[in-house]
Antibody, heavy 118, light 106 residues
Framework: QVQLQESGPGLVKPSETLSLTCTVSGGSISTGSYYWTWIRQPAGKGLEWIGRISTSGNTNYNPSLKSRVTISIDTSENQFSLKLSSVTAADSALYYC??????????WGQGALVTVSS | EIVLTQSPAFQSVTPKEKVTITCRASQSIGNTLHWYQQKPDQSPKLLIKYASQSFSGVPSRFSGSGSGTDFTLTINSLEAEDAATYYCHQSSSLPYTFGQGTKLEI
């Protein structure tokens, strides 16, 4: 059973860079035709797709965040990561990592709460 | 980007009731519409993929239908554990988008 776990600082200062890592267990991140994905959910609100990375390193980002987002993958550590630069309070949210099997998200992490505040 | 509009946004329901949630896409997306359930303080869980295919382990009372722009999630004989927010999601084109959610209160 594949499991995903987000980790990273829970508090980030405005204008700084948010960094999160998702560790995958129960299977190799480089096996299969999956996209490894980041999704966020502001408190009390809906879900926003941030972007994804394939096992070969191809990335796609939400245009609304594209200039500030970088997703990378480390197959040796079975991890993938999210960096979001120049954060503001609007970036405060619960950040989920997920596996996209074909086109839907079949496994999710439990979420990492990130607050942007000085 | 493709906008997904769910209705209703909120519904108060009783056990054993049949519930229908709709999701309308701003343009045709074929069958690339998926449904998720999110219980309080939990991550979303995949229920239905490709409009009508049940994901592994999902109770049979959950079913989906539709194609093009109009889709439906049906819960037959609602159980108390089904209290949650339900989201639709389209994978027809990037950026992937979600509906705003439908909260079921039991």
């Amino acid at each position: 059973q594949v499991q995903l776990q987000e980790s990273g600082p829970g508090l980030v200062k405005p204008s700084e860079t948010l960094s999160l890592t998702c560790t995958v267990s129960g299977g190799s991140i480089s096996t299969g035709s999956y996209y490894w994905t980041w999704i966020r959910q502001p408190a009390g609100k809906g879900l926003e797709w941030i972007g994804r990375i394939s096992t070969s390193g191809n990335t796609n980002y939400n245009p609304s965040l594209k200039s500030r987002v970088t997703i990378s993958i480390d197959t040796s550590e079975n991890q993938f990561s999210l960096k979001l630069s120049s954060v503001t309070a609007a970036d405060s949210a619960l950040y989920y990592c997920a596996r996209a099997s074909a086109v839907c998200f079949d496994y999710w992490g439990q979420g990492a709460l990130v607050t942007v505040s000085s | 980007e493709i906008v997904l509009t769910q209705s209703p946004a909120f519904q108060s329901v009783t056990p054993k009731e049949k519930v229908t949630i709709t999701c309308r896409a701003s343009q045709s997306i074929g069958n690339t519409l998926h449904w998720y359930q999110q219980k309080p303080d939990q991550s979303p869980k995949l229920l239905i993929k490709y409009a009508s295919q049940s994901f592994s382990g999902v109770p049979s009372r959950f079913s989906g239908s539709g194609s093009g722009t109009d889709f439906t999630l049906t819960i037959n004989s609602l159980e108390a554990e089904d209290a949650a927010t339900y989201y639709c999601h389209q994978s027809s084109s990037l950026p992937y988008t979600f509906g705003q959610g439908t909260k079921l209160e039991i």
